[in-house]
């Protein structure tokens, strides 16, 4: 337990079950905010049900949208494992959205359950998913045939696909997939935000295939914000077309690494970010991004695909990258302002942009950044590039948490381990963990990701946590 997260154990206990300094068991987390409103779900309720606490009911019927759900309520998923393929048909409004969320100091999931069909498809319109679990248990994860279609084959399907305009996904732990999102064209105007996805995708005799985010968009603007995506078989952000549209991406806030790091070996070209296809792409904007590649100039972000064709316009302001950044085709418009790059610039003169930092060499002084959830007080991302080599670092979370909350940090790269730091908050900087880390391998290929192709002690994001005991 750190010293600096919890001042005096009988007036802060810790919380992660062990003994106080008096030798006495600590206090219990306080108790979560009851719900007083929405509609119940649980694995164990039926079609039957009311949508009450008493007679909740099950997923696929509280998708379909009972005449009871309006636009505006919330649909609450309790603690538990819902197992199956499930299609949402909710509408809510631009103003009165419908929300599928998890219930406080509960735990959701999701389980493909060895289905080829994608876990949750969002059909309707302005419906949120929001705080769950959403994964796959099938052990198989590699195919005997190859091309992008195998989910038959490997019973998995991608964690969610996406149609309905105004959806929005956030705060979801999106993993072992085929594919962790497919966010598509009718999603107008829809919405990634504080998802951590990890561990998606599948190998095959061609190459590896399955990206955390596969994206395309014709109207309105994508936003993918503040997202955590890592470790997957093939691309990590795959804004890619070969005939449909790849215009108007919002891109912000995200930490990406170690793109193809659960690929077997079988070969294949992966970005960590890419934003181009062989139509044009247009309005892209990489804002306040943190990326990081292992391997020597790994591409953290590709922009353009083919050069056949001259693309829109594409902006990169102030975004933090360690490893390759390509321009790998003409763009009628290129801004680039404050950004940090660590790796190779391809495809622009960087002279040309004096706005930016293009270093040589590695920075010597540890940089730690703390971004605070817009949707969730008391939640967090925090990214550490650990360029001095310690063996722990200080954060300041007093931008997150007021004193006296209870709280745990996760590290993203095995979310689901038990937290490497707990306590309640006295506004002293927390002490987090560089090394022994561990990592959470791929379901069905246990060992497939390397320690030598991660970030290491490095680079390290962690999740920041309220926590809170659910009331009876």
Request: glycine share 12%; aromatic share 10%; hydrophobic share 40%.
């Amino acid at each position: 337990m750190n010293d600096g997260a919890v001042r005096d154990a009988a007036v802060a206990p810790p919380i992660d079950g062990s003994l106080g300094e008096d030798g006495e068991t600590p206090a219990p987390p306080p108790a979560c905010t009851p719900i007083t409103a929405g509609w119940h779900v649980r694995p164990d309720g039926t079609p039957e049900g009311d949508g009450s606490a008493e007679r909740p009911w099950d997923l696929a019927t509280a998708l379909a949208q009972p005449p009871s759900v309006s636009p505006g309520d919330t649909i609450w998923l309790h603690e538990g494992v819902y197992r199956g393929a499930f299609t949402s048909a909710l509408r809510g409004t631009m103003t009165a959205p419908i929300v599928v969320r998890q219930a406080p100091g509960e735990h959701a999931t999701v389980d493909g359950d060895a289905m080829p069909a994608a876990t949750i498809t969002l059909e309707g319109e302005w419906t949120t998913l929001w705080g769950f679990e959403v994964m796959s248990s099938s052990p198989t994860r590699t195919a005997t045939t190859t091309g992008s279609s195998a989910a038959s084959e490997i019973l998995r399907g991608d964690g969610v696909n996406i149609f309905g305009p105004g959806s929005r996904a956030i705060n979801l732990v999106v993993h072992d997939n085929a594919q962790g999102f497919g966010f598509w064209s009718p999603a107008t105007d829809g919405e990634l935000y504080g998802n951590v996805i990890y561990n998606n995708g599948w190998d095959a005799p061609d190459r590896a295939h399955g990206h955390a985010i596969y994206m395309q968009n014709e109207t309105g603007t994508k936003r993918v914000h503040d997202n955590v995506l890592f470790h997957s078989f093939s691309y990590g952000i795959h804004a890619y077309t070969e005939g449909g549209s790849i215009v108007g991406f919002d891109i912000a806030g995200n930490a990406w690494w170690s793109a193809g790091a659960a690929a077997s070996g079988t070969g294949t070209e992966t970005d960590n970010c890419l934003v181009g296809g062989l139509q044009p792409a247009d309005r892209v904007e990489l804002r306040d991004n943190f990326g990081w590649d292992a391997v020597p100039d790994g591409r953290i972000a590709r922009l353009g695909y083919s050069g056949d064709f001259t693309n829109g316009s594409v902006a990169l302001h102030d975004n933090y990258f360690v490893g390759g950044t390509r321009f790998a085709a003409p763009w009628s418009s290129i801004e680039l302002t404050g950004n940090t790059f660590y790796g190779a610039v391809e495809g622009v003169a960087t002279d040309a942009y004096p706005d930016n930092a293009f270093l040589a060499a590695a920075p010597a002084e540890t940089l730690v950044v703390v971004r605070p959830n817009e949707h969730e007080g008391g939640r967090a991302h925090v990214i550490v590039y650990n360029w001095a080599g310690a063996a722990t670092v200080d954060v300041d979370l007093s931008s997150v948490l007021a004193v006296g909350t209870a709280f745990e940090v996760r590290v993203a790269q095995d979310f689901f381990a038990p937290p490497v730091e707990s306590g309640v908050f006295d506004g002293e900087p927390v002490t987090l963990p560089m090394t022994g880390l561990t990592i959470a391998q791929p379901i069905g290929s246990p060992g497939a990701i390397d320690p030598s192709e991660t970030s290491g002690s490095a680079f390290q994001v962690f999740v920041v946590l309220p926590v809170c005991t659910p009331s009876p």
